[in-house]
Every structure is written in structure tokens, then in C-alpha cells.
């Protein structure tokens, strides 16, 4: 997977400080989650082509994740785009796109599947072949949901050294042998698996964690996560205000990554009272070391 953050500030949006929004690659898809106001423009900046996006996630209905949306999608349209677009967000949003669209006279060239998100406990929002997309509920002022997205394993790879050995395998047999299945000759002898295939890589976990008061009730969901987003918008010093206003210290988004044991941490949405973002990276680190503070263009591929 390849994550790409377009914005990783809170509200008020600056020259080179965007509110929440990211890409990501998976099995050779981009996905969009969340859009806060600029996201085009940083599509564009880092060569994420539109038409490459099938997909879009929206974590809650607060401006500095959505407001980019309209503007987005009405691109698209005079880009006369004709794929069709899917996007997972809170039912209310529907009448809200209806109603911009309506008033300022856009009609999508293209079809637009809303599917909204609600609900608890991990739910299943999208399954393909290559990925899937669950949804979970997170804790903050309006209803928000957190997405986490997993790979889904690959077939076996063709150990062709080993193949070779055996001239009675015909490329006939290689679909099977990728699915895990043995070979077996015409005497009915077996030649197992693992000797003509090797393992595939292992299938990528991503989770993303908008805006939320320290919430471990999600610890199960994103367990094992190779990589967590997870917003620390405050720092210790300012824990009465985060419990206010249902956001997250950094050294709260530092113990949920510990407690689900994720490969790595990258934090962000920042209020901007902080001119050094340092501070809440060091004091995230004091719980969990591999922390990363998420910046504008920042990539992460693994
Ligand atoms: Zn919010």
C-alpha cells in the first residue's frame, strides 16, 4: 500500500496547511478518505490522477473533512467523467450533496453510489477481490466513523525453477498451483505445493482514525494494523480541552497504537496553537517509539 497525505490540519487551512484528507493505493486503486477543502488541488500536486479514484471515504460531517467534496466531485463532472464513483459517508451527507448540486446548477456526468455509514461494531462497507473496507464507530461530537482497509491475500507465486523439474506440468496447471492446490501426476503421484510455489506477500492492513476522543474501544478493530493514522490534535497540556472538545492528546493516540500493537503510528490533525509540531511527536514517542508526524505530501509505502 502506498498512503499519500494531502491534509493533516484541523480547520483553518494555511499556504502549505490543509485540512484532513488522504489517499491511498491499494492493489493498485487509489482511495480518497476524507476531503477536506484543497484536496483537488493536492490530488493534483502529488500526480494522483482522478480517474484513477473509484472510491471515497468520509470519516464524519465537520467541514475541515468534507468541504473539499464539492468541489471535487464537480470537477469530475466537467472533466466529463463517466466511471462511476462510490462514497461512504454518514446518511445526512446525501441530502446535503443533493441540495449543493441542485442549487448550483451541477448534474454529474457521471453515476454517484452513495452508501451511508452507520452503526457499531465492525461493519463490512466494501469487498472486492483485490481489498475490503470495514467501517467502526469512533467518539466525537457528531457520529464519526473510523475505516480500516485490508488487503486481501495474493495468490501463490510460481516457484518456475522447481517447475522445470517437472516437464507433466503444463501451464494448464498453473492456475491451481497459485490458488494452493497440489499437482498431481498422471500415475497419481503428489507433488506438494510448496515445492512449486512460493508465498505471496503478505496482505497489508491500513486504519484510520479521524477525529475521536481516546477511545479503546476500537482497539480490536485495528489490532495488527501495519500502519494507523490517528489524530492527536492536542498535546498532554491541553488534555482538558481535547476531552472537550472529544479530540485526542498524542500521548492518547501513542497508547492506542500500543494497545493494538500496529507496526506504526502516524499522527495528525495539529491545532494550529502549535507552531512546533515536535512536541506532540516527542511525547507520542514516550509510549510508542515508531511514531511519525503526518505533514502535507507526505508518503508512506508499505
Ligand atoms: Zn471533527
Redesign the pocket.
Known amino acids: 500500500m502506498e498512503l499519500r497525505i494531502l491534509g493533516c490540519h ?1 480547520a483553518t487551512p494555511k499556504p502549505d496547511e490543509y485540512p484532513t484528507s488522504q489517499a491511498l493505493l491499494v492493489k493498485n486503486q487509489w482511495i480518497v478518505i476524507d476531503a477536506g477543502e484543497g484536496m483537488q488541488v493536492q490530488l493534483r500536486r502529488y500526480g494522483i490522477k482522478f480517474g484513477r479514484i473509484k472510491n471515497i471515504f468520509i470519516s ?1 460531517l ?1 467541514g ?2 468534507l468541504y473539499g467534496l464539492f468541489g471535487f466531485l464537480s470537477t469530475l463532472r466537467l472533466l466529463n467523467r463517466q466511471t462511476e464513483m462510490h462514497l461512504y459517508a454518514p446518511a445526512e451527507l446525501e441530502d446535503l450533496l443533493n441540495h449543493v448540486f441542485r442549487t448550483t446548477q451541477v448534474e454529474l456526468s457521471f453515476p454517484l453510489f452513495f452508501r451511508p455509514v452507520s452503526g457499531n461494531g465492525l461493519k463490512l462497507i466494501l469487498d472486492n477481490d483485490k481489498f475490503s473496507v470495514h467501517s467502526f464507530p469512533l467518539k ?3 457520529q ?1 466513523h473510523g475505516f480500516l482497509v485490508s488487503e486481501k491475500p495474493a495468490p501463490r507465486k510460481l516457484n518456475m525453477n522447481a517447475i522445470k523439474q517437472y516437464p507433466e506440468i503444463g501451464i494448464w496447471a498453473y492456475h491451481n498451483l497459485k490458488a494452493g492446490k497440489d499437482f498431481v501426476t498422471e500415475e497419481g503421484k503428489i507433488i506438494p505445493n510448496e515445492e512449486l510455489t512460493l508465498p505471496p506477500p503478505r496482505p497489508r492492513k491500513y486504519a484510520y482514525c ?2 475521536t476522543a481516546y477511545y479503546p474501544d476500537i482497539v480490536p478493530y485495528i489490532k495488527g494494523a501495519d500502519v494507523l493514522y490517528h489524530e492527536a490534535t492536542f498535546s498532554d497540556e491541553d488534555k482538558d480541552l481535547a476531552e472537550k472538545t472529544m ?1 485526542s492528546t498524542a500521548r492518547q493516540a501513542a497508547q492506542i497504537a500500543k494497545q493494538a500493537q500496529v507496526g506504526k503510528l502516524i499522527i495528525g490533525h495539529f491545532s494550529s496553537r502549535y507552531r512546533d509540531t515536535n512536541i506532540l511527536l516527542k511525547e507520542a514517542r514516550e509510549v510508542f517509539p515508531q511514531t511519525e508526524l503526518a505533514y502535507e505530501g507526505k508518503q508512506v509505502i508499505f
Do not use: P, V
Open positions: 484541523s464524519h465537520h475541515d473533512h466525537h461530537r457528531i464519526t479521524s477525529d479530540h
